[in-house]
C-alpha cells in the first residue's frame, strides 16, 4: 500500500462544467503523476510534479490543469469537460527505486 | 518510434502453459524496468522490477536483452488468475525522465 488515495472515485458531469480531481499521498513523495487511460491507448501522462508548486506538461495536457499546493496533493482540474475526457484517470507516485505506483483510479463520464 | 512497444494480444493460452511476451524499448540509457499486472477496471500493480539482466520471482521470470532493447516476462504453470493485461515501463536516470508505459499485453487464460 503505496498511501494513495483518489477522490472523486466515480463522477458523472456535464459538458461545460469545471472537475478538479484530487490525489492524496501520506508518504511524502516528491514525483507525482496523473494518467488517464483509454481503451487502444494504454496510459497516458496528462500532468506531473516534481515538487511543491513545481509541474509540467505530459503528453496529454491539453484542456487539463493541475496544481501542487501540498506535498500531499496533487489536483487535476478540467476547465471545462468535454466528452473526449471521458475515461479513467489514475494518480501515481514514484517511490523509492523510482517504482511507480497507482491510485485506484477516478472513473469520469462527461455528458 | 514509440518509447515503449507491446504487442496488445490477446495471448489465449490454456492453463498450465508457459506463455512469454516482450517490451521493446527505445532508449538504450534506460537502466531499471518493471512488470505491471492491470486487471480489469483496477489500477496497475507492480509485479517485477529488473535491475540488472533478469529477475526470478515464482513462476514469474524477467529477461533483459539489452543489445536487442527488449525486456520478456516469462509465465510458467499459468494459472486462470494470470488473465490481465501486462505493462512494462522503462526507467532511467535523469531530469527529463518521464515514465512512460507500454500499452500492455493481453493474457486471457482458459480452462
Known amino acids: 500500500d503505496a498511501g494513495i488515495t483518489q477522490s472523486p472515485r466515480h463522477k458523472v458531469t456535464e459538458t461545460g462544467t469545471p472537475v478538479t480531481l484530487r490525489c492524496h499521498q501520506t508518504?511524502?513523495?516528491?514525483?507525482m503523476y496523473w494518467y488517464r487511460q483509454d481503451p487502444g491507448h494504454g496510459l497516458r501522462l496528462i500532468h506531473y510534479?516534481?515538487?511543491?508548486?513545481?509541474?509540467d506538461k505530459g503528453e496529454v495536457s491539453d484542456g487539463y490543469s493541475v496544481s501542487r499546493s501540498k506535498t500531499e496533493d496533487f489536483l487535476l482540474t478540467l476547465e471545462s469537460a468535454t466528452s473526449s475526457q471521458t475515461s479513467v484517470y489514475f494518480c501515481?507516485?514514484?517511490?523509492?527505486?523510482?517504482?511507480?505506483?497507482f491510485g485506484e483510479g477516478s472513473w469520469l463520464t462527461v455528458v | 518510434r514509440k518509447e515503449v512497444e507491446q504487442d496488445p494480444g490477446p495471448f489465449n493460452v490454456p492453463e498450465g502453459a508457459t506463455v512469454a511476451f516482450n517490451c521493446t524499448y527505445s532508449?538504450?540509457?534506460?537502466?531499471?524496468f518493471f512488470w505491471y499486472r492491470q486487471d480489469c477496471r483496477k489500477e496497475p500493480k507492480l509485479l517485477m522490477s529488473?535491475?540488472?539482466s533478469g529477475n526470478e520471482d515464482g513462476r514469474f521470470t524477467a529477461q533483459l536483452n539489452r543489445a536487442s532493447q527488449y525486456i520478456s516476462l516469462l509465465i510458467r504453470d499459468s494459472k486462470l488468475s494470470d488473465s490481465a493485461t501486462y505493462l512494462c515501463?522503462?526507467?532511467?536516470?535523469?531530469?527529463?525522465?518521464?515514465?512512460?508505459f507500454g500499452r500492455g499485453t493481453s493474457l486471457i487464460v482458459h480452462p
Open positions: 515501463v522503462p526507467f532511467r536516470a535523469g531530469g527529463s525522465y518521464i515514465p512512460t
Open positions: 510534479s516534481y515538487g511543491v508548486k513545481d509541474t
Open positions: 508518504e511524502n513523495h516528491r514525483y
Open positions: 532508449n538504450s540509457a534506460s537502466q531499471s
Open positions: 501515481a507516485i514514484e517511490s523509492s527505486g523510482n517504482t511507480i505506483y
Open positions: 529488473v535491475y540488472s
